[in-house]
C-alpha cells in the first residue's frame, strides 16, 4: 500500500499554543519523512523532515516525532504564531518517490 | 537557477485551446515532478522526469496531458482540449536523482472559461 493518511484536514490553535499533525504510512520501505508548508499562492516549501534511524528532530519552534514501529509521524509547532497559518503536507517515501498526505490548514488566532 | 521557475504564473484559456505550462528546474537536479492542486485540496502527482525520460507518468488524467522535457532541464506541460475540470495550479518540483533537495515552484494557475 502507497497511502499516507494525514489527520486532522484543519486546526485551528491559539496564538502560544501547540500546533500537533499526524501522518500514518503503510510501506515499511519508506525512508525519508518530510513536512512542507505551504502560503496561499505558493508553492510547498520544505519545512523539516527525519529519516527512521531518529525518533525525534527539532529545528527551533518545529519538532517531528517518529513511530517506526507504529508507521506514524507527527508535526509539533511549539509556540504558534499567526504567521504560522498555512496548509501542511506530510510526505512519505524513498529515493525520488513522495507519497504525499492530503493537508493540513492550519490557522492560528491571535 | 536559484530555485524552480514556471511559467506563466497565470494563464486563462477557452475551453477547448491548448496550453503549455513551461518549467525551470533548479541547475543540477536531475529529477522534475508535475503536480496539480485543485483549489484547496492536496497534491495530486501527474508525472516524474529522470532526465529526459519519464518512468512514472501514472499520474495524468487523459491523453489530453502529456509532458516532455528536453536537455535534461526545461520542461513543459502540455494539456489539449482544455476543459473547465482542468482548471488548477500547477506545480513543478525538481530534485538530485536521490530526492534530495525536492523543491517546487510557485505554480501555475490555470482557469479554463
Known amino acids: 500500500q502507497q497511502q499516507v493518511k494525514q489527520s486532522p484536514q484543519s486546526l485551528i490553535v491559539q496564538k502560544g499554543g501547540i500546533s500537533i499533525i499526524n501522518c500514518a504510512y503503510e510501506n515499511t520501505a519508506f525512508d525519508y519523512f518530510p513536512w512542507y508548508q505551504q502560503f496561499p499562492g505558493k508553492g510547498p516549501a520544505l519545512l523539516i523532515a527525519?529519516?527512521?534511524d531518529v525518533s525525534e528532530k527539532k529545528e527551533g519552534r518545529f519538532t517531528i516525532s517518529f513511530n517506526k514501529s507504529a508507521k506514524q509521524f507527527s508535526l509539533h509547532i511549539m509556540d504558534s504564531q499567526p504567521g504560522d497559518s498555512a496548509t501542511y503536507f506530510c510526505?512519505?517515501?524513498?529515493?525520488?518517490?513522495?507519497?504525499w498526505g492530503a493537508g493540513t490548514k492550519l490557522i492560528i488566532k491571535p | 537557477g536559484a530555485g524552480v521557475s514556471q511559467s506563466p504564473s497565470n494563464k486563462v484559456t477557452e475551453k477547448g485551446k491548448d496550453v503549455e505550462l513551461r518549467c525551470d528546474p533548479i541547475?543540477?537536479?536531475?529529477?522534475l515532478y508535475w503536480y496539480r492542486q485543485s483549489l484547496g485540496q492536496g497534491l495530486e502527482f501527474l508525472i516524474y522526469f529522470q532526465g529526459n525520460s519519464a518512468p512514472d507518468k501514472s499520474g495524468l488524467p487523459s491523453d489530453r496531458f502529456s509532458a516532455e522535457r528536453t536537455g535534461g532541464s526545461v520542461s513543459t506541460l502540455t494539456i489539449q482540449r482544455t476543459q473547465q475540470e482542468d482548471s488548477a495550479v500547477y506545480l513543478c518540483?525538481?530534485?538530485?536523482?536521490?530526492?534530495?533537495?525536492?523543491?517546487f515552484g510557485s505554480g501555475t494557475r490555470l482557469t479554463v472559461v
Open positions: 541547475s543540477g537536479h536531475t529529477a
Open positions: 518540483a525538481s530534485s538530485d536523482r536521490r530526492g534530495r533537495g525536492y523543491t
Open positions: 527525519i529519516r527512521p
Open positions: 510526505a512519505a517515501g524513498s529515493n525520488y518517490q513522495l507519497i
